[in-house]
């Protein structure tokens, strides 16, 4: 198991928390932010492919920011497979 952790911009949340294994996503913990909003993402995700994640949420906006807690998530996962995350 992999573990990461990824500050993410243009966003309130402070920290993105997570765990890769064989491709799989775990563990996501989101740090700030609209509480409701990234728990709904984190448990959603929780057991998905990693590929898939990344599918689903990349380019998602919040408010016209051209980025949001999902895109970010998106981002943080595409860099752990760039680092030979799991």
């Known amino acids: 198991m992999a573990s990461f952790t ?3 911009r243009g ?3 402070m ?3 997570f765990d890769t294994e064989d491709g799989i996503v775990k563990n996501v913990v989101f740090t700030g932010g609209c509480s409701g909003n990234t728990q ?3 448990k959603l995700v ?3 492919e990693v590929k898939e994640v990344i ?3 990349k380019g ?3 408010r016209g920011r051209g980025t949001s807690c999902p895109d970010q998530l998106a981002e943080a996962l595409q860099l752990s497979l760039e680092q030979g995350g799991e």
Request: proline share 5%; glycine share 10%; hydrophobic share 30%.
């Open 46 to 48: 929780e057991g998905m």
């Open 40 to 42: 709904g993402v984190a």
């Open 55 to 57: 599918k689903r949420l």
């Open 15 to 17: 920290k993105i928390t």
């Open 11 to 13: 966003v309130c949340t």
């Open 6 to 8: 990824y500050t993410p």
């Open 60 to 62: 998602t906006d919040c």
